[in-house]
T-cell receptor, first 114, second 109 residues
């Protein structure tokens, strides 16, 4: 069964360093989401792509976060510089087109900023 | 703005007891409501959605627009139901999900 892949699974970095996370959605899924989940909270949307275009990045802290999906397939989320408050689980999800598209989640990348 | 509230962080029941996980939402239009579940060491996955009106693993949820609620229910809890449960909402024309903070269900033997 096809699954969303993410790497790395864990990342420890020091504040002010740059980090990058990678997501490979299920083949054929046009919509890709990045969510951030702080401990004890539910996931919150950072950015949504439709193919290679950003359709919602209203909650993305653009001074330090960037996201791209150049060929409309896999995606990279970058943080530069990382801050202590960025410690969280970063989840990627994908879905196919359609009115009742289900979002399938990856295993997540747990980021710890020291 | 849309918001999902799950008032209980932890719900502990004994095997065979009924379960009700509460979810309330605020949204001005016609939302689509979901329950997602995360079992230990597994990824987040869809449990059910209100438009399907189906029972999954014995769980059901009814959308009550008057009370803006979407509570998850199961008549007889099983130990394998122990997991983290998230209620989520998507709005008209916006497929991204707004999640509640989650409820951990513990089913004791």
């Amino acid at each position: 069964e096809a699954e969303v892949a993410q790497s790395p699974r864990y990342k420890i970095t020091e504040k002010s360093q740059a980090v990058a996370f990678w997501c490979d959605p299920i083949s054929g899924h046009a919509t890709l989401y990045w969510y951030r989940q702080i401990l004890g909270q539910g996931p919150e949307l950072l950015v949504q792509f439709q193919d290679e275009s950003v359709v919602d990045d209203s909650q993305l802290p653009k001074d330090r976060f960037s996201a791209e999906r150049l060929k409309g397939v896999d995606s990279t989320l970058k943080i530069q510089p990382a801050e202590l408050g960025d410690s969280a689980m970063y989840l990627c999800a994908s879905s196919s087109r359609g009115e009742s598209d289900t979002q399938y989640f990856g295993p997540g990348t747990r980021l710890t900023v020291l | 703005a849309q918001r999902v509230t799950q008032p209980e962080k932890l719900l502990s029941v004994f095997k065979g007891a009924p379960v009700e996980l509460k979810c309330n939402y605020s949204y001005s239009g016609s939302p689509e409501l979901f329950w997602y579940v995360q079992y230990s060491r597994q990824r987040l996955q869809l449990l059910l959605r209100h438009i399907s009106r189906e029972s999954i693993k014995g769980f059901t949820a009814d959308l009550n627009k008057g009370e803006t609620s979407f509570h998850l229910k199961k008549p007889f809890a099983q130990e394998e139901d122990s997991a983290m449960y998230y209620c989520a909402l998507s709005g008209t024309g916006r497929r991204a999900l707004t999640f509640g903070s989650g409820t951990r269900l513990q089913v004791q033997p």
